[in-house]
């Protein structure tokens, strides 16, 4: 099924249009240590934790070091992108 990826040109235009819209405002006021919404900085305390579930499930394994999520099960891999997500998202929030 590939009627739902997008073409490298919209892609390219995707990225181009986040990237001025909300990367660089959010590298911003990074720089100038101006947070507009330090509540969203919450999101990465989440985040964190299901990071930490998806690890424990590879430390209980026997697996002390890895990268990515391919030796995680279906739910702890999806635990750990979701983590990720939420800790991305609550740290560009927070300087957005």
């Not at 390219?12 to 240590?33: D, Y």
């Not at 499930?57 to 279906?74: E, H, N, P, V």
Request: proline residues 4%.
């Amino acid at each position: 099924m590939r009627e739902n990826v997008l073409s490298r040109p919209t892609r390219i235009m995707v990225l181009l249009f986040l990237t001025l819209t909300v990367v660089l405002p959010a590298a911003q006021n990074l720089v100038a240590l101006h947070a507009r919404l330090p509540l969203a900085y919450l999101l990465v305390v989440p985040g964190f934790a299901l990071l930490l579930v998806a690890k424990t499930s590879l430390f209980r394994a026997g697996t002390w070091i890895s990268f990515g999520d391919g030796k995680m099960s279906q739910s702890m891999s999806n635990s750990y992108r979701v983590g990720y997500y939420l800790i991305f998202w609550g740290v560009l929030l927070t300087f957005l």
